[in-house]
């Protein structure tokens, strides 16, 4: 299986901050012949499912704040907060979907500092 | 709109059987996979499994496989989770999700998951 590794584990920013996530793969989850990477980002708030944000890396979902942007390629991911707002203190979480079984990272919870 | 509606909240004791279930609406039900998410109290996100419900092609991840059973009815548009015989260690919240797919080389694979459905919390305590 793919590992796939978040850092920081946890994360204080002031309000109206920039926040940044990175998420590293085992192995590369870049697929060559189309130039794809195969990596989504999800947001949990407490005590609800987690909710799709990006895909393709860098695909924000219809509805998702611009201030989410997903960037980086084969085997190093980062997820930017530009300015952090009340509404985003949540875990977030990468995926990798380009081998079975799909695998998350082990989240980073952001907070206001 | 598209959504995954779950069953509730189940309490039971270790050595029992259980079934939760997962039914979806707003879009065609058998042509997307549907994966089951497992989240340990206070823990990250595990993939658990999918099913196809199509043709009910079902795959586990090896950690679950053997341990749980996924099935679907597409009569009625819903996926379901079973287990045989449950452990303490089975507490936790259950989620069902979509999978988006990708097609390469003739074939489909599970890609990104939207949407989630609620998250069934089973708690299991003698």
């Known amino acids: 299986d793919i590992v796939m590794t978040q850092s920081p584990d946890s994360l204080a920013v002031s309000l109206g901050e920039r926040a940044t996530i990175n998420c590293r793969s085992s192995?590369?989850?870049?697929?060559?012949?189309?130039?794809?990477?195969?990596l989504a980002w999800y947001q949990q708030k407490p005590g609800q499912p987690p909710k799709m944000l990006i895909y393709?890396?860098?695909t924000r979902k219809s509805g998702v704040p611009d201030r989410f942007s997903g960037s980086g390629s084969g085997t190093d991911f980062t997820l930017t907060i530009s300015s952090l707002q009340t509404e985003d203190v949540a875990v977030y979480y990468c995926?990798?979907?380009?081998?079975?079984?799909?695998?998350f990272g082990q989240g980073t919870r952001v907070e206001i500092q | 709109e598209e959504q995954l509606v779950q069953s509730g909240a189940e309490v039971k004791k270790p050595g029992e059987s259980l079934k939760i279930s997962c039914k979806a609406s707003?879009?065609?039900?058998?042509?997307?996979?549907i994966a089951w998410v497992r989240q340990m109290p206070g823990k990250g996100l595990e993939w658990m499994g999918i099913?196809?419900?199509?043709?009910?092609?079902?795959r586990y991840s090896p950690s679950f496989q053997g341990q749980v059973t996924i099935s679907a009815d597409k009569s009625i548009n819903t996926v379901y989770l079973q287990w045989s015989s449950l452990k303490a260690s089975d507490t936790a919240i259950y989620y069902c999700?979509?999978?988006?797919?990708?097609?390469?080389?003739?074939?489909?694979?599970?890609?990104?998951?939207?949407?989630w459905g609620q998250g069934t919390l089973v708690t299991v305590s003698s």
């Open positions: 999700a979509r999978h988006s797919a990708y097609c390469s080389g003739g074939n489909c694979f599970p890609a990104w998951l939207d949407p």
């Open positions: 393709w890396a860098s």
């Open positions: 099913i196809y419900p199509g043709d009910s092609d079902t």
């Open positions: 995926q990798q979907y380009h081998t079975t079984p799909p695998t």
């Open positions: 192995q590369s989850v870049l697929h060559r012949p189309t130039n794809n990477n195969y």
């Open positions: 707003g879009y065609r039900f058998t042509t997307y996979w």
